[in-house]
């Protein structure tokens, strides 16, 4: 037995030198919403299961879709519409692991009397002037509100300048920079818990690496989900973790503002009414959102379940 | 009363024979006054025949005994009757002056 | 070392001290708590004024120049519009904001999209400073679409000028600024371009950083949403926000500051952060609706207080330390003597009554207190003074007294037996005056063989009674010699008592003359308690007395003579009521009927049969005050015994030592009749020589010739011998004794003579019995 150990730590260089690399690149700037992969870098999670992991931040000039695109990155995070669209684009995609079962998505107002999609009717509202807006307009299309729709880069000044009666905003983003600013006391609208509560962040690669590094990617996945729960375990030294990436990549933000948004994602992680996540991409989730992203021509046709079926079962 | 003065050695014997009593005690007192004068001797009163003493006889005793010791010397009385040895006890003298 | 340190802390001055400084003390803290928080309170309100005066001065200047960029603007907005036909203008029109406003650092005319068609989506003429210089460029591209610019966006959907907030600019000057956008309008009002103009927020950090009203104090400056624009780190600067900050500390507080501060308004608050107490005082840029505020620390604000105070502190507690040594020696001064009178106290009980007082110099209580007892010690020295005379008058009386009651009592006889030479009369007689002088009286005498005797009460005590006493004692003998009638004498008596009696005395009275030789005995009573008879066998009866009146009661008074046998060997018992009423302490009688009880069962000789009865009383008494005289006389008649066996030889002497010679004959004589031992009879011829040595060396003058009269008698059971002489009195008997335990050195050669005769007889009394001194000596044998 005392051999066999003394066997394996001769054989451990030999093993690290033998990793295989894996590239990935979340959605976005290093923040608490991808802090599951930092930790499962920083603990060595990765490094336990033969991977050797390097988490490359996209750009304006290179996002994460274009990275998976043309193979510069192996795995990435994309919300879940995101996906879609490119499924049905003809790009293949397999969701490995769910991490965020509801939509971020809000509408914060200063105007107290506001307090659902309805009170928005003709009002000014401040969206993304790229990206998460299809889903956002959702409630404008179906309530037929005709909301004046400011496009914004950053909404924050926008918001307190007053020049907008509200705007969208992401839960652990956004909204928090609100708060950050001392808008403490404000209406908030949040889609979770309504008919545009959609899975958001999950974890993808294409389906070519998936079927030739396998075994790689479910390891890539496993140590992944054991990330985000040491994470949801040890919030402070995660937050700590958060901003060792911030730091490098040059990302002014602050404790507090990580330690409101890790404790977001975390809550978004969880399916209603539980305390847990499952890490799961619901079918029937995913389904109903097909129906309403075909339906409101978001995507150019319906794409099943089982095409993107993959990794956490 | 007779008194006779006798020498025994370095002692000067005294010895007084009948009655020593109010009349007789100056007689003794004379006889003896310039024996008594001498320094460091030695005194005896001899009572072997002395039948009676009375106070006055007592005193002669005393003065006696006063100025012998006074020189220096010795003063012993010897041979004392019953009757007189209990005068001498009664008055104390017994238990002042050296009685053989 | 624990008693001393006890005595110390109760001490007067410990206490005192203690008291006096807790109140000083307590004034102290009083006035330094109040002193310190209205100078506290007195800083504090200096403090934040002088802190909001620099922040105003600060927020003031800035304002003052974003005025004066926003009036630049304005201007220049009309040239714009003048120009706004040739858009290559623009860059002129930029540099010239750049050039005449040295705030501004960049300008640019942003246009709407394809404003001027040649110019395309993008096209924004912008001119900006790089040191000294100024350059021109073009802002818009495909990269950077301003149009979402919130200096673009924000004034064009408000509708009016807005400044930004502050940013980092990475694109031109690469410094922290603010932009000032004025939306132009063309003539049917629609927004053609927004007029910008960039001002570095440098200077306004320096503006808020000269705000230095303490060394420690720090500064910091937010935006509208709480984005710090100056702030001591700089790391947080345009990347945290207030709210973020309040968040981090946890103090609720800073964020209602901060809404306050975002609100425009100004103000005071005070927060304590890492164990630090501060002061935040806050003021509104009016122009850009930002924020300045100044921080303090209360211990730099108050440091002036709060060395005043620890200043304070130490003079207060110096001025108590010498205050409570002050305070302790003065009082300890001033209460010393107290210990000293303490002691001084403490000597006078003890007797001392000049024991020394402490000095007192000052003029004080204790000065009074000083004066009293020295008051008192010289009232208690005169006091006792007076006190020792009292005592001595008063012992002068009593020794006075004394000597009365002594006379009186030497009026009556006391020497017993007093005929031993008779042997038909045994008498016996006491007389036990009170403490007062009394009036008990008895007497007794032979003449022609008969007895006469007396016993009375004279009433009341004193002097008065002692007086009629020593009377009717003289008026019996001188009566008594003449007359031989009982009831004649007492009626004399009476009659010589009663004459002269202006203060009522009277006198209970029993006379009695017993013929010696038939025993018949008359007698007369006068008022007196009846004598009892106590026969042998111890039968008790009083004697058969009429009563009679006391004497000095009514002179002529018809006293009747009674007369009796008194039989052989029975005891006439006389006695004054100072017997019979006798008290015990519980203040019950003595009693007849005791007194008979004690007589039935007495010893029949007359001397032990007296004493017993005393005894009795006294015991019965016992230790009570004796309230009356007590006076017994007792008397048997031995009158028809024969002496048969007596044998009396005489002797008669001159007083010359010589006869001395003739004694052993007298003692022979005696000795061959009775057998005297050789001892007896050598001892009877020493006693006899000394008492006739004695008569013939002191009795009579030197010279004179008398005469000695000896008798010597004896029964067979004892000697007696009488010496007497006609020579001036003496009494041998008061020759003292020789002291026979002397060394012989110390011997007196006196006295020895007596000292024998007692020493070998039972019994010598003297007496002087007609002018003859009489000394009786006897001894069984």
């Known amino acids: 037995m005392r051999l066999f150990i003394r066997f394996l730590l001769l054989l451990l260089p030999l093993q690290l030198s033998a990793q ?46 274009n990275r998976i695109k043309n193979g510069t990155s192996d795995i990435v995070t994309m919300q879940l519409l995101n996906a879609m669209s490119e ?99 404000v209406s908030v609208i949040p889609f979770t818990g309504t008919v545009y509560d959609f899975p958001d962040d999950g974890l993808y690669t294409t389906r070519s690496y998936y079927e030739k590094n396998r075994k790689n990617v479910d390891a890539f996945v496993e140590a992944s989900r054991r990330g985000w729960e040491w994470a ?41 009414g539980s305390d847990y996540p499952t890490f799961r991409l619901e079918k029937k989730d995913f389904r109903r959102l097909d129906s309403v992203a075909l339906e409101k021509g978001i995507i150019s046709r319906s794409v099943r379940y089982e095409e993107m079926k993959g990794g956490v079962r | 009363m007779v008194v006779n003065i006798l020498n025994e050695g370095d002692a000067k014997v ?87 | 070392m624990n008693i001393r340190f006890g005595r110390y802390i109760h001490s007067f001055s410990t206490k005192l001290s203690f008291y006096i400084l807790l109140v000083v003390a307590l004034i102290f803290v009083a006035g330094f708590v109040w002193n310190y928080r209205s100078s506290r309170d007195f800083v504090s309100n200096e403090a934040v004024e002088r802190v909001q005066a620099s922040l105003d001065g600060a927020v003031m200047k800035i304002d003052n120049v974003l005025n004066s960029v926003e009036t630049a603007v304005k201007n220049m907005s ?179 500051v901060g809404h306050k501060m975002q609100a425009g308004e100004r103000g005071v608050a005070t927060f304590e952060r890492d164990g630090q107490e501060f002061y935040f005082v806050y003021a509104p840029i009016k122009t850009t609706g930002w924020s300045v505020a100044v921080s303090c620390l209360y211990s730099e604000v108050f440091a002036g207080v709060d060395s005043m105070r620890n200043n304070m502190f130490w003079i207060a507690a110096f001025v ?47 000065r009074m207190l000083r004066d009293s007892f020295d008051y008192m010690q010289r009232s208690l020295i005169k006091y006792t003074e007076e006190l020792k005379t009292t005592v001595a008058n008063n012992e002068r009386i009593e020794s006075e007294l004394r000597i009365a009651r002594e006379i009186q009592l030497g009026m009556i006889p006391k020497i017993f037996p007093p005929f031993p030479e008779r042997k038909d009369i045994d008498l016996y007689a006491m007389l036990v005056p009170a403490k007062e002088v009394g009036g008990d009286l008895y007497d007794f005498f032979i003449e022609d063989e008969k007895l006469y005797f007396i016993i009375g009460d004279v009433s009341g005590k004193g002097v008065p009674a002692s007086l009629v006493m020593a009377v009717t004692c003289r008026l019996f003998r001188t009566v008594a010699s003449h007359v031989s009638d009982p009831a004649e004498i007492v009626a004399s008596l009476n009659n010589a008592l009663a004459e002269s009696n202006e203060s009522n005395m009277f006198c209970t009275f029993f006379l009695g003359i017993l013929d010696l030789q038939s025993g018949k005995l008359l007698y007369c009573n006068a008022g007196h308690n009846a004598p009892l008879l ?93 309230s009356d005289d007590i006076t017994i006389l007792c008397l048997r008649c031995n009158a028809e ?15 010359e030592l010589s006869e001395i010679a003739k004694l052993p004959l007298l003692v022979g004589e005696l000795a061959s009749e009775f057998n005297f031992s050789e001892e007896q009879v050598f001892n009877f011829n020493l006693v006899l020589e000394e008492a006739v040595t004695n008569v013939v060396m002191y009795a009579y003058p030197e010279g004179k010739s008398g005469s000695i009269d000896l008798v010597a008698k004896c029964d067979g059971k004892s000697v007696m011998f009488v010496v007497s002489d006609s020579g001036k009195p003496f009494d041998p008997t008061l020759v003292p004794d020789a002291d026979v335990t002397l060394p012989a050195e110390e011997r007196r050669v006196g006295g020895l003579g007596i000292f024998l005769i007692r020493q070998i007889m039972d019994s010598v009394e003297y007496r002087r019995n007609g002018g003859m001194n009489v000394l009786v000596m006897s001894k069984k044998i």
């Open chain 3, 534 to 626: 106590v026969a042998p066998g111890g039968i008790v009866t009083p004697l058969d007395v009429k009563p009679n009146l006391p004497l000095g009661v009514i002179g002529g008074f018809p006293y009747v003579p009674q007369e009796t046998m008194l039989e052989k060997g029975t005891l006439l018992f006389l006695y004054t009521d100072g017997v019979t009423e006798a008290e015990n302490p519980a203040k019950e009688l003595y009693s007849d009927a005791r007194l008979k009880e004690v007589l039935a069962a007495a010893n029949s000789d007359v001397r032990s049969l007296v004493n017993d009865v005393k005894s009795s009383v006294d015991t019965y008494a016992a230790g009570t005050e004796q």
């Open chain 3, 78 to 256: 009309w040239v714009v519009a003048d120009n706004i036909d040739d858009p290559e203008s623009m860059y002129r029109l930029t540099r010239m904001m750049l050039v005449d406003n040295s705030f501004i650092i960049g300008s640019a005319v942003a246009f709407e999209p394809n404003y001027f068609e040649e110019k395309g989506h993008y096209f924004s003429p912008y001119s900006y400073r790089v040191g000294d210089s100024i350059y021109n460029k073009q802002l818009g591209r495909e990269e950077y679409d301003y149009h979402y610019d919130d200096w673009y966006l924000i004034p064009k959907i408000l509708g009016k000028p807005y400044w930004s907030e502050p940013y980092f600019d990475e694109g031109g000057a690469d410094m922290m600024m603010t932009t000032y956008s004025f939306p132009l309008y063309d003539d049917e009002g629609k927004l053609f371009a927004i007029f910008t103009a960039d001002v570095s927020l440098d200077w306004f950090a320096d503006q808020v950083n000269c705000i230095s009203p303490y060394e420690n104090s720090y500064n910091i400056m937010i935006s509208r949403g709480g984005t710090f624009i100056v702030h001591s780190d700089k790391s947080v600067v345009l990347n945290e926000t207030f709210f973020i900050s309040s968040s981090a500390i946890g103090d609720s507080r800073f964020k209602e």
């Open chain 1, 20 to 65: 295989t690399r894996i590239v990935f690149t979340p959605q976005w700037t290093a923040q608490s919403q991808f802090a599951g992969y930092y930790v499962a870098l920083e603990k060595g999670f990765y490094k336990s299961v033969g991977l050797d992991v390097e988490i490359v931040h996209p750009s304006v000039s290179s996002p994460a879709v």
């Open chain 1, 232 to 272: 949801r375990e040890n919030v402070d030294e995660t937050v700590r973790i958060v901003l060792k990436y911030t730091t490098k990549e040059n990302i002014a933000t602050n404790y507090v503002m990580q330690k409101w948004m890790l404790e977001d994602v975390l809550k978004l992680q969880c399916p209603l």
């Open chain 1, 87 to 185: 499924v049905s684009n003809g790009l293949e995609l397999v969701n490995l692991m769910q991490t965020s079962q509801h939509s971020g998505l809000q509408v914060i107002s200063k105007d107290k009397s506001i307090r659902t999609f309805e009170d928005l009717r003709g009002k000014r509202v401040g969206i993304w002037k790229a990206g998460f807006g299809e889903l956002a307009k959702m409630p404008d299309y179906d309530l037929n509100l005709g909301i004046e729709w400011v496009p914004f880069i950053q909404n924050i000044n926008l918001f307190i300048s007053g020049a907008i009666d509200a705007t969208l905003a992401m839960s652990y983003s956004e909204a928090l920079k609100i708060k950050a600013a001392g808008f403490d006391d």
């Open chain 3, 641 to 655: 015994e024969d002496c048969m066996c007596e044998v009396e030889k005489e002797l008669h002497l001159v007083n």
């Open chain 2, 14 to 100: 005294i010895v007084i024979d009948g009655r020593l009593d109010t009349v007789t005690a100056p007689e003794l007192e004379r006889s003896i006054a310039p024996l008594l004068a001498e320094k460091s001797q030695t005194v005896v009163f001899e009572c072997k025949g002395l039948e009676y003493v009375s106070s006055s006889g007592l005193r002669v005793v005393l003065s006696s005994y006063k100025s012998v010791v006074s020189n220096g010397g010795k003063f012993m009385l010897r041979n004392l009757s019953k009757d007189v040895r209990s005068v001498f006890d009664l008055t104390g003298f017994s238990r002042i002056l050296t009685i053989e």
């Open chain 3, 320 to 366: 108590l330390v010498i205050m409570a040594v002050l305070c302790y020696v003065t009082i300890f001064r001033l209460t010393a003597p107290l210990a000293q009178f303490a002691q001084s106290a403490n000597d006078i009980a003890h007797g001392n009554f000049s024991a020394r007082l402490p000095r007192v110099k000052s003029r004080n209580e204790m």
